[in-house]
C-alpha cells in the first residue's frame, strides 16, 4: 500500500488544533485552519505555522483567494447548541446551524473525505431529525457518510470518560465500506489504560487549590477522601468517578462550581490544571504551548473543547490509509 503524505486537510472551528494535531500526526499536511476565537488563536499560532484565518466563518467566502486546495475538510463545530448541558435548542440556535455554512466549502473543494466530530447528543437531538437533515445534506453532495460514538477511555489509553459522535464522509463508496467496516478503531484492553500518576502531578501551583475558598472546600472536603481518584464537583456535591477514569473535560471547568474534575493531593483540594487537561486529551504537554499572555480561563475552555487526539489520529490514520490506496 502506497501512503502519500502530501494530502491537505483544511480545518473549521480549529480552536486549540486538537484535529489539526491529530491529522498532522497521522500524516497529513494542514493546508489552512479558520477560527473566530482571539484567545484560541493565540495559542493555535504558537503550535502551528501554517495558514490560520482568525474570524467567523460567515465572513469567509469559499472563493478567498488564500483557500488552497484540499484533500480533506475537518470542523469540530460548535456544540452548545447539541450538548445535554446545553440548551438543546439546535438549528433554532445560531451556533447549531454553524455547521451549514461549512458546504460552501464542500461544494468549491469538492474534498475526498469529510471529517466531523461533535457531542454524543447530536446523534438523537431532536428525535434523531437534525443529524438526519446534516446526513442528508452531505450526501445530497455525493458522499458516503458513517458515524461512530466512541468513549475515549474506552477507545484509547487515556483515562477521560468523553462519548463524542464521529462523523467521517467518502466520496468514493468503496473507500467508505472499507472504512466503514475496517477504519474506525477498536476497543482497547482496559489493563493499557495510563494510570493515574501518569496524568496527576504530585502538587500544583496554589492558585488550582480551593482552600482560598471555605465553603467549597468544606462541602467537598468530607466526600474527597482518595489520594488517588478523580472526582467530579456537581454544585452541591462531589463524586467519586470509578476506574480512575476523569470525568468529561469541559470548556466551563477552569469556572468552578459545576461538573468540575476535582483531584486531592498533599497539599489540599484541587482542581486539574490546564496542563493535565492537555494529557488527559492526549496532547503532549511538553511540546504543547500556551501564550503567556493567554489567560487560565481561556486556557480550560481551550482543553475542554478539543478532542482527545489519539482517537482522531486512530480516525484519521485510517482515512489516510484508504485515500492513498490505489
Ligand atoms: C468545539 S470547539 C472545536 C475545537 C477543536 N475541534 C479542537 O480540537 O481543538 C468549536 C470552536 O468553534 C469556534 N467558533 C464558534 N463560532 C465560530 C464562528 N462563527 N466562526 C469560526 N469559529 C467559530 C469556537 O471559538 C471554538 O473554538
Known amino acids: 500500500m502506497k501512503h502519500d503524505n502530501n494530502l491537505k486537510v483544511g480545518s473549521f472551528f480549529a480552536g486549540l488544533g486538537g484535529i489539526c494535531l491529530a491529522f498532522k500526526q497521522a500524516g497529513f499536511e494542514l493546508a489552512w485552519s479558520n477560527e473566530i476565537d482571539k484567545a484560541a488563536c493565540k495559542t493555535y499560532r504558537a503550535n502551528f505555522d501554517h495558514l490560520l484565518i482568525?474570524?467567523?466563518i460567515c465572513d469567509l467566502s469559499p472563493n478567498d483567494s488564500r483557500l488552497k486546495h484540499v484533500d480533506v475538510i475537518t470542523g469540530g463545530f460548535p456544540c452548545q447548541a447539541f450538548s445535554i448541558a446545553g440548551y438543546r435548542k439546535g438549528f433554532e440556535d445560531e451556533r447549531g446551524t454553524l455547521f451549514f455554512k461549512m458546504l460552501a466549502f464542500i461544494d468549491k473543494f469538492k474534498p475526498k473525505a469529510l471529517f466531523f466530530e461533535n457531542v454524543r447528543n447530536l446523534k438523537s437531538h431532536n428525535n434523531g431529525k437534525t443529524y438526519a437533515k446534516i446526513k442528508s445534506e452531505l450526501e445530497?453532495?455525493?458522499?458516503?457518510v458513517t458515524e461512530r460514538v466512541l468513549d475515549t477511555c474506552e477507545y484509547s489509553q487515556l483515562p477521560q470518560h468523553r462519548e463524542r459522535f464521529y462523523i467521517v464522509c467518502f466520496k468514493n463508496k468503496k473507500k467508505a465500506q472499507w472504512f466503514e467496516e475496517h477504519g474506525w478503531p477498536h476497543k482497547i484492553d482496559q489493563k493499557k489504560r495510563l494510570a493515574f500518576d501518569n496524568i496527576v502531578d504530585p502538587v500544583a501551583d496554589d492558585v488550582h487549590y480551593?482552600?482560598?475558598y471555605p465553603w467549597y472546600y468544606n462541602i467537598a472536603i468530607k466526600e474527597v477522601d482518595d489520594p488517588k481518584a478523580f472526582y467530579q464537583w456537581r454544585r452541591v456535591y462531589c463524586r467519586k468517578n470509578k476506574n480512575g477514569v476523569c470525568p468529561t473535560l469541559t470548556a466551563n471547568m477552569g469556572g468552578g462550581g459545576h461538573n468540575v474534575p476535582l483531584v486531592m493531593d498533599s497539599?489540599?483540594?484541587?482542581?486539574?490544571?490546564?496542563?493535565?487537561?492537555l494529557r488527559l486529551q492526549?496532547?503532549?504537554?511538553?511540546?504543547?504551548?500556551?501564550?503567556?499572555?493567554?489567560?487560565m480561563?481561556?486556557?480550560?475552555?481551550q482543553v475542554g473543547n478539543a478532542v482527545s487526539v489519539p482517537v482522531v489520529r486512530?480516525?484519521?490514520?485510517?482515512i489516510l490509509r484508504i485515500l492513498t490506496e490505489e
Open 54 to 56: 482568525e474570524g467567523d
Open 140 to 144: 445530497k453532495r455525493g458522499y458516503v
Open 210 to 212: 480551593f482552600d482560598r
Open 267 to 277: 497539599k489540599g483540594l484541587r482542581r486539574l490544571t490546564p496542563q493535565e487537561c
Open 282 to 295: 492526549g496532547i503532549d504537554d511538553k511540546k504543547f504551548v500556551f501564550p503567556e499572555d493567554v489567560s
Open 297 to 301: 480561563g481561556a486556557r480550560y475552555k
Open 314 to 318: 486512530s480516525i484519521a490514520k485510517n
